[in-house]
């Protein structure tokens, strides 16, 4: 955090280290032109297991609410995702959707979802590190409605725009950051092809994820 804010002196940083972050909204961060979303380590249970390599470190530049640049990596996996290059090609999907789902805590219409798509469920750690199959090819749909805070997905929401991934919330309104409190109730990254078909099983669920 030291070096970023001193490589970019004039813009704010928002970090899940902030010990403010969570509390309360910032006018001045709200107001900027660019704001930096930073979480220095995306799946806590996961870095701390030697034998799981589902986590990340996640970097994003939000300028008017849309991240513009952003870089995740899975230091376990020796791989960096990011926006510039943007990510290979997706390769063709496989037959039946592979769904990544949280491994301690899936939601609970994730079952109605796979056997609504004929997938199958992938349980995975991080966010960061979900994302990032669905960008690589090894997962074709992440959802979750949990609730997340901002540095959670802005960064993976940005590495898979650049990848020509659908991303939106559940009931398919766009993802915005750098508001007022920085959470976000749930998301949607996917392959364009099945945007359509998930959101309308996910509608019924998003009464209860609104803001």
């Known amino acids: 955090m030291t070096e970023l804010r001193a490589a970019v002196p004039g813009d704010v940083v928002l970090s899940e280290e902030s010990p403010e972050a969570r509390s309360s909204a910032d006018p001045e961060r709200v107001a900027a032109e660019r704001v930096w979303i930073v979480d220095p380590l995306d799946g806590t249970r996961e870095y701390g297991d030697r034998r799981r390599g589902d986590w990340a470190v996640h970097v994003a530049l939000v300028e008017d609410h849309q991240p513009t640049a952003a870089a995740v990596a899975l230091p376990a996996q020796k791989l960096l995702l990011a926006t510039d ?8 999907a496989p037959i ?14 994730a079952k109605d979802l ?16 979900k994302a990032m199959m669905v960008v690589l090819g090894a997962a074709d749909v992440y959802a979750h409605s949990g609730g997340q805070w901002e540095w ?3 960064a993976p929401v940005g590495v898979a725009r ?10 398919g309104s766009p993802l915005e950051y750098n508001t007022g409190v920085p959470y976000l109730p749930d998301l949607v990254i996917c392959r364009p092809e099945l945007a359509a078909v998930t959101l309308h099983l996910l509608a019924p669920y998003t009464r209860n994820s609104r803001t």
């Open 152 to 154: 959670d997905s802005a």
């Open 85 to 92: 290059p943007p990510p290979a090609p997706l390769p063709d």
């Open 162 to 171: 650049a990848a020509g991934l659908h991303t939106s919330r559940i009931d």
């Open 114 to 129: 796979a056997e609504g798509l004929n997938g199958t469920l992938v349980p995975m750690g991080s966010a960061g590190a």
């Open 96 to 109: 039946g959707p592979r769904i990544a789902v949280s491994r301690s805590r899936p939601p609970a219409w």
